[in-house]
């Protein structure tokens, strides 16, 4: 496999990355037949340390680091992780979403027919390709990185992150290849409903020596009551089967009542979440 080329990240007068950040070559996606480029935040010592680092891949990278390039706001990781240091130090690798594409790629399996009626046509027929992008994430982007970066080889030190469909994925890539991924964060992740079926895979996958970090908001849509008690019931379902297969101290569940289903939500709460998993 080519060693992956990048970059310094230039966003243009309206950015508002901070940091070391830097932009990939683009990369192929096959099985969307698409391209995108992958986003790397390197901590403030990087270049004149030795040490390898913890890496954190994250899903919906365009809303990671950068309001310009965010759909509804960014999560200010990159200000995040420069307040934290030199106390906690990682790499973050944001990978982009595949915009209309992003339910379909984000969904391990699916089952329209778990929706109410009046929400089944915001998804249409999804054609699920999670289980292609976990191995893409897998197979192509991780070893990339730890080409190009000094990353940690412990597993203990390279995770997952994302929210909603991304908490989703995140959760599924660590059952899925446990042997990779060492901790997941997943906020307001989309369990139940149509994305049910990650019930039955953790319960099947069984315990994996793993930190697993889970939240939700109390009111995570407003307009849509019925919604937020299925995000919420989803949570907090998870979180009980987490607990019946073994986890205990390495899971944490937080409930943030009032909290809506945003970006600024997860910003809030990511500094919390990532000292957890990074220990």
Do not use: K
Not at 25 to 52: I, K, M, N, W
Not at 195 to 213: K, M, P, Q
Not at 214 to 221: H, I, W
């Amino acid at each position: 496999m080519a060693q992956l080329s990048w970059h310094p990240y230039d966003g243009g007068p309206d950015s508002t990355v901070a940091g070391d950040v830097r932009v990939s070559d683009s990369l192929d996606v096959p099985y969307l037949d698409l391209e995108r480029e992958l986003l790397a935040y390197l901590p403030p010592r990087y270049a004149e340390s030795d040490r390898d680092y913890p890496v954190v891949y994250m899903h919906d990278g365009q809303n990671v680091f950068d309001e310009a390039t965010s759909n509804d706001g960014e999560w200010e990781v990159d200000e995040t992780m420069q307040r934290l240091a030199p106390d906690l130090e990682a790499i973050v690798i944001a990978i982009p979403n595949a915009g209309e594409h992003r339910t379909i790629e984000y969904s391990p399996f699916f089952d329209a027919s778990a929706l109410p009626e009046e929400e089944r046509d915001r998804y249409g027929g999804v054609d699920s390709c999670g289980e292609a992008y976990a191995e893409w994430l897998v197979e192509t982007v991780v070893p990339l990185v730890e080409d190009s970066f000094r990353v940690s080889e412990d597993r203990s030190d390279r995770g997952v992150f994302g929210s909603s469909m991304g908490g989703l994925m995140s959760l599924y890539s660590l059952f899925r290849d446990p042997d990779v991924f060492g901790f997941a964060g997943a906020m307001s992740p989309a369990a139940g409903g149509p994305w049910a079926g990650i019930f039955d895979y953790i319960e099947s996958t069984g315990y994996v020596d793993a930190r697993l970090y889970v939240d939700v908001g109390g009111d995570e849509f407003p307009d849509n009551p019925e919604r937020s008690e299925r995000f919420e019931a989803g949570a907090a379902r998870l979180v009980a089967l987490l607990e019946d297969i073994g986890y205990d101290e390495q899971l944490r569940y937080v409930h943030e009542p009032g909290a809506i289903h945003h970006e600024d939500a997860w910003g809030r709460r990511f500094p919390e979440a990532i000292r957890f998993l990074l220990g």
